[in-house]
């Protein structure tokens, strides 16, 4: 078997340089060098023992080494006394250890694509893998590979803590939005946005209307803010979710629009300028019936290497297909595990996840005002424990109006109370917000109205 890519000589000369000249060290930190990226054990404990001296800020040189060291009882574990010096005797400058650096990281990254192809090689000759997981778990971690990721699993108290006044001092001083924007300013005001890694359930009864709020809310994200956005309806194709997002980004009737019916000059001029803010922003629509979390996150992972994910919505969580065939026989934890799944995806791709959620029956069971409540969230399993916001989508009138009624009887630009709950804000504050929709082209529109405001 061919041995593994790697140069001890440039190991041996860019450990030489940190220890000779300290400033080295500015440049491997930067870099994301960890003491697995050498190949020979000596150089991996003699890094991680000089990582160890530079953060506690003691003084490098071969004599202050060989000590801190020796005291540890890893001196020959190094190499010893004279193989360091030897070390010292090859390094080279520190404005040329990028070169050395960049070699080291390079080595050890086709030593971990070479271990990754071993192992898919074994899991495919192992039949008791299925293709899909294999198929995920490859993706994954060559992905993960080559992301390159600077930072190791932990984050030391200082860099946190910098990382902590930097935020505090920005939303101090501007007042910004740390996460995606919704476009309904009181939302924005209570989560700051949606934040990176959080997943943030939508639920409501059938025919409330909380795929037409999502869509108000991707839609405003890509064409106000710039966001790119991962919509995924299972329920509903591309076209159809095309005339919906146009109806309400243009106010435009959607009956016309569906039927090209009674369209006018002025609904023309509206509908232009609304393609064309569609057409430039970064909205991208996936209409596949049924789809897979591991589906869902390999689609999105393309789209995040190509910088073009800022937010990932799905239309909605029930309709997600298990990974296996007949792998539950429970549909709670199959829920359950899709949910876990949600937030996996939320934390892998570092942005924020938006699902749809059906409520239970139970809502409209219960006498008075038929507000929805964390219990109501249908085969909710894990779901209220692994959501980091939940959002109840609630309007009088579709419990209040006769059941005789007809919708075709409403004024054409009839609009109506709608409440969305926040009922659970794992980082913030929960409360209750009025907008008013407008069914005619499914349109949420702010209002300046915040109600029963609250700190959780």
């Known amino acids: 078997?061919?041995?593994?890519?790697?140069?001890?000589?440039?190991?041996?000369?860019?450990?030489?340089?940190?220890?000779?000249?300290?400033?080295?060290f500015v440049r491997a930190e930067d870099s994301g060098l960890v003491p697995e990226d050498f190949f020979v054990g000596s150089h991996q404990e003699l890094y991680r023992q000089l990582l160890d001296m530079n953060q506690s800020g003691r003084p490098i040189e071969l004599r202050t080494v060989v000590a801190f060291l020796n005291d540890r009882k890893v001196l020959t574990k190094c190499g010893g006394v004279d193989y360091?010096?030897?070390?010292?005797?090859m390094a080279i400058s520190a404005e040329n250890s990028d070169y050395y650096i960049g070699v080291v990281k390079q080595k050890s990254t086709l030593r971990k694509l070479i271990e990754e192809v071993r192992r898919i090689e074994n899991e495919s000759f192992d039949s008791s893998h299925e293709v899909g997981d294999i198929l995920d778990k490859a993706e994954k971690n060559i992905l993960a590979i080559t992301r390159d990721v600077k930072a190791g699993d932990f984050h030391s108290g200082s860099e946190v803590m910098s990382k902590v006044q930097d935020q505090i001092n920005m939303l101090q001083n501007h007042q910004e939005m740390t996460g995606v924007r919704t476009g309904y300013n009181e939302l924005d005001r209570i989560t700051y946005g949606f934040q990176k890694g959080d997943l943030i359930i939508v639920a409501a009864r059938p025919s409330v209307g909380k795929t037409a709020f999502a869509l108000n809310i991707a839609t405003r994200a890509a064409c106000d803010y710039g966001a790119g956005v991962a919509l995924f309806s299972l329920e509903m194709p591309y076209l159809r979710i095309g005339m919906r997002i146009l109806s309400a980004r243009a106010n435009v009737d959607s009956y016309r629009i569906r039927t090209g019916r009674g369209l006018e000059n002025e609904d023309w001029a509206k509908m232009k300028i609304a393609m064309k803010t569609i057409s430039e922003s970064k909205l991208f629509i996936d209409d596949s019936s049924t789809i897979t979390i591991r589906e869902i996150t390999a689609k999105c992972r393309k789209l995040k290497a190509e910088g073009k994910l800022d937010l990932i919505v799905i239309d909605y969580l029930q309709l997600i297909a298990s990974s296996g065939n007949s792998r539950y026989d429970n549909r709670q934890v199959e829920v359950s595990e899709i949910s876990r799944n949600l937030k996996g995806l939320a934390r892998e791709m570092d942005v924020p996840v938006i699902a749809l959620s059906q409520l239970s029956r139970s809502v409209e069971t219960r006498s008075g005002d038929k507000k929805p409540i964390l219990s109501d969230l249908r085969e909710s399993g894990s779901i209220e424990q692994d959501a980091d916001i939940v959002m109840f989508l609630h309007r009088p009138d579709y419990y209040n109006r006769e059941k005789n009624e007809e919708e075709d009887d409403r004024p054409s630009d009839a609009r109506y109370e709608a409440n969305i709950i926040i009922a659970k804000h794992r980082n913030g504050s929960i409360g209750e917000i009025s907008l008013m929709f407008q069914p005619n082209t499914n349109a949420f529109l702010p209002m300046a109205v915040r109600k029963d405001y609250s700190e959780s």
């Open 84 to 89: 360091i010096t030897d070390l010292v005797d």
């Open 1 to 24: 078997m061919a041995e593994l890519p790697h140069s001890t000589e440039t190991e041996q000369a860019l450990l030489g340089s940190l220890i000779e000249y300290p400033n080295t």
